[in-house]
């Protein structure tokens, strides 16, 4: 990895002196860790704006032959050699680009606890489920990483030109300046474990039920499924309800049927092949 692009998004709203305390913070934070850059975002949060956002760092800051690594803040990418021999082998079999998984990564107990900085993620969440996939019938594909020149869709999940109905205008005008033609990747899914199930998350699903994000973004139904089960279950999983799956690090994942993915993720997710 030799450049770090990361944002930081803050609500309109939001008063002046936070907005300059979470800036320096922030800041501090990157410069402490060698990453003399920091991005800043002050729009309402949803993945429209976050994808003009990025679309326009990547325009910026990227160039075609680079490869992006796409992750969010609460995900970890598992690749079963270093990273960069992992791309040297896509390239050299001319992919553009690869899909990952999501696996939800919950407490042992089935609590939702708050997040310490001081112990490993993988200690405090443990178990891994599709808990996103049973209950929200939410999408567990996302791209991992791709070459510089491919456009992704809102949230990540599909390539720009897979998706088109949920592009942003500005992202169409990129889109028709930089065509996607003949982009491939290979068949295995890279394991994205994604750490969201913590303290805080109860309040982000109930800000995404919100009237403003219920107008721009027409999953918040899967929200809406998911904190209607933490509240049928006291703030907490019911682990009987969970299917808790093992899934060896040194290996890529296999999803044979990607349109029905939410359906068959559950029964597919344990089905994995070496590289």
């Given at each position: 990895?030799?450049?770090?692009?990361?944002?930081?998004?803050?609500?309109?709203?939001?008063?002046?002196?936070?907005?300059?305390?979470?800036?320096?913070?922030?800041?501090?934070?990157?410069?402490?860790?060698?990453?003399?850059?920091?991005?800043?975002?002050?729009?309402?949060?949803?993945?429209?704006?976050?994808?003009?956002?990025?679309d326009a760092i990547q325009d910026a800051h990227v160039s075609p032959d680079d490869w992006i690594v796409w992750c969010d803040s609460d995900?970890?990418?598992?690749?079963?050699?270093?990273?960069?021999?992992?791309?040297?082998?896509?390239?050299?079999?001319?992919?553009?680009?690869?899909?990952?998984?999501?696996?939800?990564?919950?407490?042992?107990?089935?609590?939702l606890p708050r997040f310490d900085p001081s112990i490993s993620v993988s200690e405090q969440y443990p178990l891994i489920c599709l808990f996103?996939?049973?209950?929200?019938?939410?999408?567990?594909?996302?791209?991992?990483?791709?070459?510089?020149?491919?456009?992704?869709?809102?949230?990540?999940?599909?390539?720009?030109?897979?998706?088109?109905?949920?592009?942003?205008?500005?992202?169409?005008?990129?889109?028709?300046?930089?065509?996607?033609?003949?982009?491939?990747?290979?068949?295995?899914?890279?394991?994205?474990?994604?750490?969201?199930?913590?303290?805080?998350?109860?309040?982000?699903?109930?800000?995404?039920?919100?009237?403003?994000?219920?107008?721009?973004?027409?999953?918040?139904?899967?929200?809406?499924?998911?904190?209607?089960?933490?509240?049928?279950?006291?703030?907490?999983?019911?682990?009987?309800?969970?299917?808790?799956?093992?899934?060896?690090?040194?290996?890529?994942?296999?999803?044979?049927?990607?349109?029905?993915?939410?359906?068959?993720?559950?029964?597919?997710?344990?089905?994995?092949?070496?590289?």
């Amino acid at each position: 990895m030799e450049k770090f692009l990361l944002s930081l998004q803050t609500e309109p709203d939001l008063d002046p002196a936070l907005r300059e305390g979470y800036r320096a913070q922030f800041q501090a934070v990157l410069a402490a860790l060698g990453i003399p850059q920091a991005f800043f975002l002050e729009k309402s949060f949803d993945a429209f704006a976050i994808r003009d956002h990025h679309d326009a760092i990547q325009d910026a800051h990227v160039s075609p032959d680079d490869w992006i690594v796409w992750c969010d803040s609460d995900e970890y990418q598992r690749y079963p050699l270093p990273l960069r021999q992992m791309i040297e082998r896509w390239r050299a079999s001319g992919y553009s680009y690869a899909n990952g998984v999501m696996l939800d990564r919950i407490a042992r107990d089935g609590s939702l606890p708050r997040f310490d900085p001081s112990i490993s993620v993988s200690e405090q969440y443990p178990l891994i489920c599709l808990f996103a996939v049973e209950v929200g019938k939410s999408l567990t594909r996302k791209v991992a990483v791709a070459r510089g020149d491919v456009y992704l869709s809102r949230g990540n999940h599909f390539l720009a030109s897979e998706a088109p109905a949920m592009l942003t205008d500005a992202a169409k005008v990129r889109l028709a300046a930089r065509p996607q033609d003949g982009l491939t990747c290979p068949d295995s899914w890279v394991q994205i474990h994604h750490f969201k199930w913590d303290a805080s998350v109860l309040d982000r699903l109930r800000f995404r039920l919100t009237p403003q994000w219920r107008a721009k973004c027409s999953w918040w139904q899967e929200s809406d499924k998911m904190l209607s089960y933490f509240e049928a279950h006291g703030g907490r999983f019911n682990l009987a309800d969970l299917k808790i799956i093992d899934v060896p690090e040194n290996l890529l994942m296999i999803l044979e049927d990607e349109e029905s993915e939410a359906e068959r993720a559950s029964s597919r997710a344990t089905e994995a092949v070496p590289l």
